[in-house]
């Protein structure tokens, strides 16, 4: 147990820059650039964070800032804003494969089937349908509520989230204690359930989970595994282990 722990420290520490890239692009899809750090400790399980997160964050003055609010929390603001940070998962995979990433969302337009369209028009339409017209880092305030812009902002913002997480699946309760934040609406379930290319969600419209289709293969299991979520598989496997089997690795290891 000791040499995992120490395992588990190392592992932190090598990750910690890839860790701080992270809360980077977190912070700049958050309104006003900051987010408490109380909220990012709660959820620090789900986005690979180190347990003295809070603490180690005076260590990058160039990247992050810690303020007082008016309720006098401690929030983490963003020092500086990176361009080349301001790009989401899905426009990164726009230039690999336009096609795919142009199915990901799906926002129907009704009309006639007999509606007069050419193929440039046809063109336009499945555009506008389909990949995402807002960037999840513009400022979601300058949309107009409840409009088709406005939900595929949010629905923009949910998969940014999610390809920043660990396993890249999050709990309501993690999703929403950056509510305010990511500018999220209780509406969110229904939206996320429409865009079945891009999401799957488990468990009650009261209490899901939801996952990024794309990052999981046929048998269920992550494409790309964090160098973390493969030391916590055998840390469980290690948990699993009977009597017998801690006896015949030690044995082995001999």
Same mark, same amino acid.
């Given at each position: 147990?000791?040499?995992?722990?120490?395992?588990?420290?190392?592992?932190?520490?090598? +990750?910690?820059?890839?860790?701080?890239?992270?809360?980077?692009?977190?912070?700049?899809?958050?309104?006003?650039?900051?987010?408490?750090?109380?909220?990012?400790?709660?959820?620090?399980?789900?986005?690979?964070?180190?347990?003295?997160?809070?603490?180690?964050?005076?260590?990058?003055?160039?990247?992050?800032?810690?303020?007082?609010?008016?309720?006098?929390?401690?929030?983490?603001?963003?020092?500086?804003?990176?361009?080349?940070?301001?790009?989401?998962?899905?426009?990164?995979?726009?230039?690999?494969?336009?096609?795919?990433?142009?199915?990901?969302?799906?926002?129907?337009?009704?009309?006639?089937?007999?509606?007069?369209?050419?193929?440039?028009?046809?063109?336009?339409?499945?555009?506008?349908?389909?990949?995402?017209?807002?960037?999840?880092?513009?400022?979601?305030?300058?949309?107009?509520?409840?409009?088709?812009?406005?939900?595929?902002?949010?629905?923009?913002?949910?998969?940014?989230?999610?390809?920043?997480?660990?396993?890249?699946?999050?709990?309501?309760?993690?999703?929403?204690?950056?509510?305010?934040?990511?500018? +999220?609406?209780?509406?969110?379930?229904?939206?996320?359930?429409?865009?079945?290319?891009?999401?799957?969600?488990?468990?009650?419209?009261?209490?899901?989970?939801?996952?990024?289709?794309?990052?999981?293969?046929?048998?269920?299991?992550?494409?790309?595994?964090?160098?973390?979520?493969?030391?916590?598989?055998?840390?469980?496997?290690?948990?699993?282990?009977?009597?017998?089997?801690?006896?015949?690795?030690?044995?082995?290891?001999?």
């Amino acid at each position: 147990m000791c040499s995992l722990l120490e395992e588990e420290r190392r592992l932190h520490d090598q +990750l910690l820059p890839t860790r701080v890239r992270a809360v980077r692009k977190l912070l700049m899809l958050a309104d006003h650039r900051r987010i408490p750090l109380a909220k990012l400790h709660h959820c620090r399980a789900v986005l690979g964070l180190p347990d003295d997160f809070r603490d180690r964050v005076r260590e990058f003055p160039g990247d992050f800032r810690v303020a007082v609010d008016p309720d006098g929390r401690d929030v983490l603001e963003l020092a500086r804003w990176d361009p080349a940070l301001a790009v989401s998962a899905l426009e990164r995979d726009f230039v690999v494969d336009e096609r795919r990433v142009r199915r990901t969302f799906r926002f129907a337009v009704p009309h006639s089937r007999s509606m007069p369209l050419d193929a440039e028009d046809a063109d336009r339409l499945d555009a506008a349908t389909t990949f995402p017209l807002v960037s999840p880092y513009t400022s979601g305030a300058l949309l107009r509520p409840w409009t088709p812009e406005a939900e595929k902002y949010r629905v923009g913002v949910v998969h940014e989230f999610l390809s920043l997480t660990l396993e890249k699946r999050a709990l309501i309760h993690h999703i929403f204690e950056f509510k305010e934040e990511l500018g +999220l609406t209780r509406h969110m379930h229904a939206s996320l359930r429409k865009q079945s290319h891009a999401f799957y969600l488990a468990g009650t419209e009261m209490n899901w989970a939801v996952f990024l289709r794309d990052a999981y293969g046929g048998d269920g299991d992550l494409r790309e595994k964090d160098p973390l979520v493969l030391f916590n598989e055998k840390l469980r496997r290690y948990a699993c282990m009977t009597k017998m089997d801690s006896s015949e690795s030690i044995a082995t290891a001999y």
